[in-house]
């Protein structure tokens, strides 16, 4: 009998696609999505393909099987991407946080007569 690799059935990196970071084969959802969704924001395999009835239940499964056999690059890849947002967030003012700042500051001052 044998072997048939069934991660490699879910699991695909292609260069140019979603960053060459590791995806369920066909589709831009990563693999530190589901580690994500599922660690981070406490959903089931089962609740995450509720959301995603595109992908299977396989599919997940499979996708976190694969980010225990790679847990400290996927871990890596996603302290990076947060760093990343922490650094554009510093560096870009949100529009609705300067109205409101400048919507109190008319309210707080006190008119001239």
């Known amino acids: ?3 048939i690799p069934v991660i490699s059935e879910h699991i695909e990196i292609t260069l140019g696609v979603c960053g060459g970071k590791p995806r369920i084969a066909g589709h831009r959802i990563r693999v ?7 660690e981070g924001m406490g959903l089931s395999p089962d609740e995450i393909v509720d959301h995603y009835p595109s992908i299977t239940l396989a599919d997940v499964y499979a996708t976190l099987a694969y980010y225990h056999d790679h ?8 302290a990076e991407r947060e760093a990343f947002i922490r650094e554009v ?12 700042k400048n919507r109190n500051n008319t309210k707080n001052s006190i008119p001239l007569r």
């Open 71 to 78: 847990q400290n690059d996927i871990r890596q890849e996603i």
């Open 32 to 38: 530190q999505d589901i580690v994500i969704w599922h």
């Open 1 to 3: 009998m044998s072997k």
């Open 89 to 100: 967030q510093a560096q870009t003012p949100s529009i609705l946080q300067e109205k409101l």
